[in-house]
C-alpha cells in the first residue's frame, strides 16, 4: 500500500508540540520525518515535567503522541559545521517544518532564503504564536497562551461570574494548529507538483484560535454590542440545543436544529404529547419566547430517569443527540475504534502504549501502517548523515568535537 507522503522527505528543526504533532501526522502517512534536535539536550519535551500524567514509568505520552514514527538526529547547529550538516541535509529535503521564533532564525542564518538558495524547490513550514507579520511576531507564544488567551477561548468559555478562568485543555490549540500546517504543507507540496517551485507556508496559534471562532467573530465584527455569553449558561432562547441531566448525572445533549420532525418525536418519548401543539411551544420562535419555561419541562422529565432507563429510547430515537462522553468513554469510543484513531503502538524499550491518529483518512487509513515510537535523541545520526555523503571518519571527527550526538 503506498501511502500519501512515501518519498517526502521533511527535516524538522521544532519543539515541544504544535510543530512536532504536524510532523507527527507527516510520518504517520509515510514521510520519512528527521528531528533535529540539539545535542545533550532534545527537545525540552522529552524533560518537561508537569505533574499531569504524561510522565508514566514506561513512557512519555506527550513525546511519543507528537513525535512517532520519526528520526532523530543530534547536530549543533550553532557551529559551521553543524550548520554545514544541516544545509546538506535540506538540500536533500522536500519540507523544513520549524517553530524556532523568527530571529533565532535569524541568527542561526536559517531564514527561507538561506534555506532555498540551497534547494529551490524546497517547502519552507513555519508555525508560531502570533504570526509573522506585526511588531510582536517574534514573541513567545504557547497554546495557553497565544491560542487560549489571546484568541478569545478563555473569554469565551468561562462564565461572566466566575472567579478564575476556564483552564484550557493539554494541546488544544497545538492539535488543531498542526492539521493548519499539515495543510499548509500538503498544499505546499501540490503546487511544487504543478509548478516545479518551492514556497513557504505558515500558521500560527492565533489565527487558528480566529478560524475556529470565526462563527462568534463575523457576528463580532458586524455588531459591536455582541454579547457571546448572554443566555448561554441557561441555553433559555435554545431549548432543543442544549444539554439536560439524567437522575444519575449523565448529561445528553440535544441537538434539533430542523426540529419539525423529532420535536413531537420528543414529546411523546418524554410522556408529554400535550406539548407538541401547545401554543406557547408550537413552532420555534414559541419555544424561544418561552425558553425558560420549556427548558424547566425537559429538565424534569429527563431528570425523572437513568440513562440507562433513558437510553433504548434515544438510540431508537433518529435524531441529532449524543451522551456527553467522559475522556474515558471517548477513548473506548466503537466509532473511533472503528476508525482506526486510537491505536497501539510498541515503545523502543518494549513496552505499549495507546496513541491517537490524525483525523484524516487517506484510502481509508487513519494510523500509520507500521507504527513506531518516538526516537532516542540522536538516534539515527550516523544512519542520516552517513545517507547524505558523511564518511564514518567524518562522523566519528564530528561526534569528538561534539557538533553531532
Not at 87 to 111: E, G
Not at 115 to 122: D, H, I, T
Not at 147 to 153: L, S
Request: aromatic fraction near 8%; charged fraction near 25%; proline fraction near 6%.
Amino acid at each position: 500500500m503506498t501511502q500519501i507522503f512515501e518519498g517526502v522527505r521533511v527535516v524538522e528543526l521544532a519543539q515541544y508540540v504544535f510543530v512536532p504533532a504536524a510532523g507527527a501526522l507527516l510520518a504517520d502517512h509515510g514521510a520519512e520525518v528527521i528531528k533535529v534536535e540539539t545535542p545533550g539536550l532534545g527537545d525540552p519535551y522529552r524533560t518537561l515535567k508537569i505533574g499531569d500524567g504524561r510522565e508514566t514509568a514506561n513512557a512519555n505520552l506527550s513525546m511519543e503522541q507528537n513525535n512517532r514514527g520519526k528520526k532523530s538526529v543530534a547536530i549543533d547547529l550553532k557551529t559551521e559545521e553543524g550548520r554545514e550538516i544541516l544545509l546538506r541535509l535540506v538540500a536533500t529535503a522536500d519540507v523544513f517544518l520549524t517553530s524556532l521564533r523568527p530571529r533565532a532564525l535569524k541568527s542561526l542564518r536559517l531564514d527561507p532564503e538561506d534555506l532555498m538558495a540551497v534547494n529551490p524547490k524546497l517547502i519552507y513550514a513555519r508555525g508560531n504564536g502570533l504570526g509573522y507579520k506585526g511588531e510582536e511576531y517574534d514573541k513567545a507564544g504557547y497554546d495557553a497562551s497565544a491560542f487560549w488567551a489571546r484568541g478569545g477561548f478563555a473569554d469565551l468559555l468561562t462564565a461572566p461570574d466566575a472567579e478564575i478562568t476556564t483552564r484550557p485543555r493539554p494541546a488544544l490549540g497545538d492539535h488543531t494548529s498542526a492539521m493548519s500546517l499539515l495543510a499548509a504543507v500538503s498544499s505546499g507540496l501540490f503546487r511544487r507538483e504543478r509548478s516545479g517551485k518551492g514556497m513557504v507556508v505558515e500558521t500560527s496559534l492565533l489565527q487558528n484560535a480566529a478560524w475556529v471562532l470565526s462563527s462568534d467573530l463575523v457576528i463580532a465584527l458586524s455588531n459591536p454590542n455582541y454579547d457571546p455569553h448572554a443566555g448561554f449558561s441557561s441555553g433559555h432562547k435554545a431549548p432543543l440545543m442544549r444539554a439536560y441531566k439524567t437522575s444519575d448525572g449523565r448529561w445528553i445533549q440535544l441537538m434539533l436544529l430542523a426540529p419539525e420532525k423529532p420535536w413531537p418525536e420528543l414529546c411523546a418519548m418524554l410522556e408529554r404529547p400535550e406539548l407538541e401543539n401547545d401554543p406557547k411551544f408550537v413552532n420555534n420562535e414559541a419555544r424561544m419566547e418561552n425558553g425558560a419555561e420549556l427548558c424547566d419541562i425537559i429538565a424534569k422529565c429527563i431528570g425523572s430517569r437513568t440513562w440507562e432507563e433513558w437510553a433504548p429510547l434515544f438510540f431508537a430515537w433518529n435524531a441529532p443527540w449524543e451522551l456527553i462522553s467522559t475522556i474515558h468513554e471517548l477513548g473506548e469510543d466503537p466509532q473511533l475504534k472503528a476508525a482506526g484513531t486510537v491505536f497501539p503502538m510498541e515503545l523502543k524499550n518494549g513496552h505499549s502504549v495507546n496513541v491517537v491518529a490524525g483525523p484524516i483518512g487517506f484510502d481509508e487509513q487513519c494510523a500509520p501502517l507500521n507504527p513506531v515510537g518516538s526516537p532516542e535523541l540522536g538516534e539515527h545520526s550516523d544512519e542520516v548523515l552517513a545517507g547524505i555523503g558523511y564518511s564514518a571518519d567524518e562522523l566519528a571527527t564530528l561526534r569528538s568535537s561534539k557538533v553531532i550526538d
